[in-house]
C-alpha cells in the first residue's frame, strides 16, 4: 500500500520540491499551502506523515501541529527557518515527531522522512497479548495503548517508541546516545534537544509530578532509566 504523505507550505517553490522528491520515492503526495487547508485535507484524506512549514498564513504551523495532535498521532516533521532553535523546540513541545531546517537538500529529506515513517511503525517483537505495569502506568502492547491509572494518555508515535525503549530496558540506564540512536536512528546520536524536549512532553504526560518522575528517571552525567517498579 503506498504510503501518503500531505506537506504543507505557502511558498509555491518549496511545495514543488517536496512533491517532486517524494513522489521520485514512490509516495503519494497531497498538498495544502496554508494550516485551515491543511485541517481539512487532513480530516477528508487519512495521510501517514505530515510535512508541516511553521510560516503559513491563517493558521501558523504550532497551531496546525497542535489541532492535528488533538486527535491524531500521524507522524509530523516540522520545516523550520535556517537557524531558529527557539522554532524548533516549539514545534517539538507542540508534538511534532521531527524538524527540518531550510534550505535543505533531497538527500536529508528523504532521510528525515525514511526514519520518522521506520518509528512509527510499532516493533514487531512485542508480545500481541501482553501488558505491561509499572506503578500506576499501564502500557496495553497490542492495542498501542498507555494508561495513567484509568486515564488513557495520548502519545505521538515518537513519544510510544521513546516509551517502549525504557518499558523494555526497566532498571538499566541508557545514555542519550543509545536512546536517540535506537527510537530515532544512529544519524541523531548527537541531537540531544530533540531528546530532552521528547523526555520532558513524556513526564507530562506520565507523571503526577513532571518534576519528581517515578517512571522515567534522570541518573546525572549517565543518561535516564525507568526504576524497578519497586523502587518506583
Keep these: 500500500m503506498t504510503t501518503k504523505i500531505l506537506i504543507v507550505d ?15 520515492e514512490g509516495y503519494e503526495v497531497i498538498a495544502a499551502q496554508d494550516g485551515i487547508q491543511a485541517l481539512e485535507v487532513f480530516s477528508a484524506n487519512p495521510v ?21 495532535r488533538q ?7 516540522m520545516l523550520t527557518a535556517k537557524g531558529e532553535e527557539l522554532d524548533r ?4 513541545d507542540m508534538g ?22 521506520r518509528r512509527s511503525q510499532v516493533s514487531k517483537e512485542i508480545s500481541q ?27 505521538s508515535a515518537t513519544e510510544y517508541r521513546l516509551l517502549l525503549q525504557f518499558a523494555h530496558n526497566v532498571g538499566k540506564i541508557m545514555s542519550a546516545e543509545e536512546l536517540l ?12 534537544e530533540i531528546l530532552w524536549v ?23 552525567g549517565l543518561g535516564y532509566l525507568m526504576p524497578p517498579a519497586e523502587l518506583a
Excluded at 506523515?49 to 510560516?55: G, K, R
Design 10 to 24: 505557502d511558498e509555491p517553490r518549496y511545495l514543488r520540491l517536496l512533491e517532486a522528491n517524494l513522489r521520485t
Design 48 to 68: 501517514d506523515m505530515v510535512l508541516l512549514d511553521i510560516m503559513l498564513p491563517k493558521l501558523d504551523g504550532f497551531a496546525t501541529c497542535q489541532r492535528i
Design 71 to 77: 486527535f491524531s498521532n500521524v507522524p509530523i516533521i
Design 89 to 92: 523546540v516549539r514545534g517539538l
Design 96 to 117: 511534532a515527531d521531527d524538524y527540518l531546517t531550510k534550505p535543505f537538500s533531497a538527500t536529508e529529506l528523504l532521510a528525515r522522512v525514511r526514519a520518522v515513517l
Design 129 to 155: 497479548s501482553r501488558i505491561f505495569e509499572h506503578d500506576n502506568l499501564r502500557i496495553d502492547f497490542a492495542r498501542a495503548e498507555v494508561w495513567r491509572g484509568t486515564q488513557p494518555i495520548f502519545l
Design 181 to 192: 540512536s535506537s527510537v530515532w536512528g544512529a544519524e541523531y546520536r548527537e541531537d540531544k
Design 198 to 220: 521528547s523526555i520532558a512532553r513524556l513526564r507530562q504526560k506520565l507523571e503526577e509530578d513532571a518534576h519528581a518522575p517515578r517512571h522515567i528517571v534522570t541518573r546525572s
